[in-house]
Nanobody
Framework: QVQLVESGGGLVQAGGSLRLSCAAS????????MGWYRQAPEKQRELVAH???????NYADSVKGRFTISRDVAKNMVYLRMNSPKPEDTAVYYC?????????WGQGTQVTVSS
C-alpha cells in the first residue's frame, strides 16, 4: 500500500520562501522519476519539477531558477524549495512518483502566495 503525503503548504508572501515535503511510505520498487505538479483553479495540472532516478532535473520555464527539487533517500522524502514565489504560483501542489509499472500521487497541499 503506497502512500504519498505532502506537507509544508500554506500562505507565503511574494518574495519569501517555502519548502514543500513529500513523505513516501509503502512498497515502491523500480522508481524512474519523482516530481512535483501543480493545479490552479480552472487550469490543467502541470509539471513543475522533475527528478529522474539518475539524478537529472527539469523544471517548468515559469519556475526555473526559483524552485529546486531534491530528495532524501534515507528519509524517503522528496522536497520542493520555492524561492521568490509569485502570486501566479498559487495552486495545489502534488507530489508524484513514477515506477516502471505505476504512477503514485499525493493528495496535494495548497500554496497561496500573497502579493
Amino acid at each position: 500500500q503506497v502512500q504519498l503525503v505532502e506537507s509544508g503548504g500554506g500562505l507565503v508572501q511574494a518574495g519569501g520562501s517555502l519548502r514543500l515535503s513529500c513523505a513516501a511510505s509503502g512498497s515502491i520498487f523500480r522508481v524512474t522519476a519523482m516530481g512535483w505538479y501543480r493545479q490552479a483553479p480552472e487550469k490543467q495540472r502541470e509539471l513543475v519539477a522533475h527528478l529522474s532516478s539518475g539524478g537529472s532535473t527539469n523544471y517548468a520555464d515559469s519556475v526555473k531558477g526559483r524552485f529546486t527539487i531534491s530528495r532524501d533517500v534515507a528519509k524517503n522524502m522528496v522536497y520542493l524549495r520555492m524561492n521568490s514565489p509569485k502570486p501566479e504560483d498559487t495552486a495545489v501542489y502534488y507530489c508524484a512518483i513514477s515506477t516502471l509499472g505505476n504512477n503514485y500521487w499525493g493528495q496535494g497541499t495548497q500554496v497561496t502566495v500573497s502579493s
